[in-house]
Nanobody, 122 residues
Framework: QVQLGEFGGGLVQAGDSLRLTCAASGRTASTNTMGWFRQAPGKEREFIAAISAVGVRTLYAHAVTGRVFISRDNAKKTVYLQMNSLKPEDTAVYYC???????????????WGQGTQVTVSS
């Protein structure tokens, strides 16, 4: 079992940066693929980024490529999502997720955090 908790969301202005943190606990927390997803009001939850267990591979959604960067510190069982040049359309609840697989599909990730709200004002 892996337990996940996100924090670091908030209200920011367009163009600002924000770093989200996901703290993981559990026996296999440092050996999973970690992903970030987001869900805007009235929309499906969508993939944002993923990082492999040892951080060698990363994967990004086209909509955020070049503005968003995922990283992890396995010693701290923590995953980060650095978001730059934020836009109003980035407003959503951001979720951290863990998987023993690799990919962008939500169904690959059985473990989820409770989410953290990010609101970007124009």
């Amino acid at each position: 079992q892996v337990q996940l908790g996100e924090f670091g969301g908030g209200l920011v202005q367009a163009g600002d940066s924000l770093r989200l943190t996901c703290a993981a606990s559990g026996r296999t927390a440092s050996t999973n693929t970690m992903g970030w997803f987001r869900q805007a009001p009235g929309k499906e939850r969508e993939f944002i980024a993923a990082i492999s267990a040892v951080g060698v591979r990363t994967l990004y959604a086209h909509a955020v490529t070049g503005r968003v960067f995922i990283s992890r510190d396995n010693a701290k069982k923590t995953v980060y999502l650095q978001m730059n040049s934020l836009k109003p359309e980035d407003t959503a609840v951001y979720y951290c997720a863990a998987s023993t697989d690799w990919g962008t599909r939500r169904s690959l990730y059985p473990y989820w955090g409770q989410g953290t709200q990010v609101t970007v004002s124009s």
